[in-house]
């Protein structure tokens, strides 16, 4: 009687399970994935799939391309050297490559090598040898109108396309070097912002630009955008071009039925539903027990303990310089916030007198913090009492500004 109870309750669980995975599929839509791959391979919209399908065209059938999948610094300097041109294309949400990977593009370029990267952030020893700065584009910092439905990006050569979704571009500044040269900008209320620019190096070029979102599906599918896009690409000056593959696998993935089940979406949902199901089963068959249990105590939370030591090991063996251009960042950034003020422009009375209207604080002591700020933030080497007191006096004027 028990073996007949239990298989009239399986099949009851499997015809509801069954009609739960037809519900599921008649009545939810396919949901578009937005996440930012930046994948060769990935059709979604934000992954590279158009661009590198298309490269070759855009190139032309002269140009050689090549994969490359890692910047491993051993790799890329094996890489590297039997390559004495050619030109390295990355299209990365974010260039996070060290002193040694970044000092082997370096020396790659002045031999007379060519490097593209198109990223949001770049390393800041790469910015500081090539002498350039990075920042974001806000829009009261221009005086702008917060929601700009297209924006115009243009080349110097004349080409120009109207991007949507882009309110926060990045935009480099500091350009004073010779050798820098800027290729491309987009526009806000006539202002002429560079986010595109060529750095010669040595033998070879840099070409570094913002915005990598411009080379994805989602961009890449509409004329006016492809049109720019392939301008920018057909910058490359080398027969031989080196594409960063960010995220190849190097070992081919087995496909055993589970993955099967789990890589399509109505399968999977049948397989955690049928999961549940049976879990349910099991806990009504059998019979309840009481069991002795452990008492396991918690573990002890040690984060202060852990930025304790951080702080300390940074504090001993750090660059006091280093942390007093933190500091000063930070500190610029917090009165931003604060009191949306404009902080690119430090020198001069106007800022004074405005941080002391909306602060509180004296126009002689917002005169006098701004002048140290700005000494700092020249200054490489500093002294641990000069941090003490860049500290103290920042914490100070936090206290009368009511920012803490």
Not at 36 to 58: A, H, M, N, S
């Amino acid at each position: 009687m028990a073996m007949k109870n239990s298989g009239k309750f399986g099949l009851i669980l499997l015809g509801i399970t069954v009609l739960i995975i037809a519900f599921i599929d008649l009545a939810s839509d396919k949901q578009i994935d937005w996440s930012k791959t930046y994948d060769q391979r990935d059709k979604i919209p934000y992954g590279l799939y158009v661009t590198r399908e298309e490269l070759p065209e855009i190139l032309g059938s002269q140009v050689k391309i090549e994969d490359f999948t890692s910047t491993n610094y051993d790799f890329l300097k094996t890489f590297l050297t039997a390559k004495e041109r050619g030109s390295l294309v990355y299209i990365v949400n974010g260039f996070y490559e060290g002193k040694e990977v970044t000092g082997e593009l370096l020396s790659f370029v002045e031999r007379g090598g060519e490097v593209f990267i198109s990223a949001n952030n770049f390393p800041l020893y790469l910015m500081d040898t090539l002498g350039i700065k990075q920042q974001f584009h806000y829009p009261y910092n221009f005086n702008e109108v917060i929601n700009v439905e297209d924006r115009p990006f243009s080349l110097v050569d004349g080409k120009t396309a109207y991007y949507k979704d882009l309110d926060y571009p990045g935009l480099f500044c500091n350009l004073h070097t010779v050798n820098t040269h800027i290729i491309g900008y987009y526009e806000v209320e006539d202002k002429e912002i560079p986010n595109f620019i060529e750095i010669k190096r040595g033998k070879g070029r840099f070409l570094l630009h913002l915005e990598p979102l411009m080379f994805t599906n989602y961009y890449m599918l509409r004329e006016d955008n492809f049109i720019y896009g392939a301008a920018v690409l057909k910058l490359l000056s080398n027969e031989d071009v080196y594409w960063f593959d960010s995220t190849f696998k190097g070992t081919v993935e087995a496909n055993t039925p589970l993955r099967v089940l789990l890589q399509n979406d109505g399968l999977r949902q049948a397989w955690y539903i049928l999961l549940f199901g049976l879990i349910l089963f099991l806990l009504f068959k059998s019979k309840r027990e009481q069991r002795a249990v452990n008492v396991v105590e918690p573990e002890p939370n040690l984060s202060k303990e852990f930025a304790r030591t951080i702080a300390t090991l940074y504090y001993e063996s750090g660059n006091p310089g280093n942390l007093i251009q933190k500091k000063v960042e930070y500190f610029l950034y917090d009165i931003r916030t604060h009191f949306q003020l404009d902080i690119l422009q430090l020198e001069g009375k106007v800022f004074a007198k405005q941080l002391s209207l909306k602060t509180g604080v004296s126009l002689e002591e917002c005169e006098n913090l701004i002048k140290l700020l700005l000494r700092y933030r020249k200054v490489r080497m500093s002294t641990d009492a000069e941090l003490v007191e860049l500290n103290k006096r920042i914490e100070d004027f936090k206290h009368k500004a009511n920012m803490l």
